[in-house]
Nanobody, 116 residues
């Protein structure tokens, strides 16, 4: 059974940094484009960044220049380095495959809270 486990969230002041990790069991991620998504209360889940199996990255405009997605295929893990955090970055962050047609069951996510 495929399982995604996100970790690394927490409470941080505006301007601070966090590094999120996404580990997978039961499935090898290296062949897939992986994405980090986020969902704030009352809002839809949005794609934040994605990375191909070869390491090509694409970012949403609202995080461009502040967040960096990376992957370690040997560890079956995807990361999201978040710098210069803003209160509007507050959300539950999830990882999953991209695009939507290849989505697998969502993990529990990791809460990121940025205080002003």
């Amino acid at each position: 059974q495929v399982q995604l486990v996100e970790s690394g969230g927490g409470l941080v002041q505006a301007g601070g940094s966090l590094r999120l990790s996404c580990a997978a069991s039961g499935s090898v991620l290296s062949s897939y484009t992986m994405g980090w998504y986020r969902q704030a209360p009352g809002k839809q889940r949005d794609l934040v960044a994605r990375i191909t199996s070869g390491g090509i990255t694409v970012y949403a405009d609202f995080v461009k220049g502040r967040f960096t997605i990376s992957r370690d295929n040997a560890k079956n893990t995807v990361y999201l380095q978040m710098n210069s955090l803003k209160p509007e970055d507050t959300a539950v962050y999830y990882c999953n495959r991209w695009p939507s047609t290849s989505i697998i069951p969502w993990g529990q996510g990791t809460q990121v809270t940025v205080s002003s």
